[in-house]
Nanobody, 115 residues
C-alpha cells in the first residue's frame, strides 16, 4: 500500500527558509513523477514544483528562483527547499506521486509565514 509522509512544515518569518521532506513507501519510487502542491484557505490546490523520474523539474512562476525540488531515489524521498518565504506562501503543502493512472497524496503539512 502506497504511503506518502510529509514533514518539515512550521512557522517561519518572512524571508526565512524551510525544508520539506516526503518519504514514500509501497511503490517503486524511482519510476514515479513527484510533485509538491499547496492549498491556501479558500483557494484551489495548486502545483508548486514537480520532478520527473528522470530528474527534470518545473516550478510555478510564483516560486521560481526561491524554491527547489529534489529527489533521492536511494532514500525514496522527495524534498522541497523553500527560501525567501513570503506570507502568500502560507498553505498546507501536499506531496504527490504519479505514474500513469496511479496518483497518490500525502496528508499535508502546514507552512505558515508570518511575523
Amino acid at each position: 500500500q502506497v504511503q506518502l509522509v510529509e514533514s518539515g512544515g512550521g512557522l517561519v518569518q518572512p524571508g526565512g527558509s524551510l525544508s520539506l521532506s516526503c518519504a514514500v513507501s509501497g511503490v517503486i519510487f524511482r519510476m514515479y513523477a513527484m510533485g509538491w502542491y499547496r492549498q491556501a484557505p479558500g483557494k484551489q490546490r495548486e502545483l508548486v514544483a514537480g520532478i520527473t523520474s528522470g530528474g527534470s523539474t518545473n516550478y510555478a512562476e510564483s516560486v521560481t528562483g526561491r524554491f527547489t525540488i529534489s529527489r533521492d531515489n536511494a532514500k525514496n524521498t522527495v524534498y522541497l527547499q523553500m527560501n525567501s518565504l513570503k506570507p502568500e506562501d502560507t498553505a498546507v503543502y501536499y506531496c504527490n506521486a504519479r505514474l500513469m493512472a496511479h496518483n497518490a497524496w500525502g496528508q499535508g503539512t502546514q507552512v505558515t509565514v508570518s511575523s
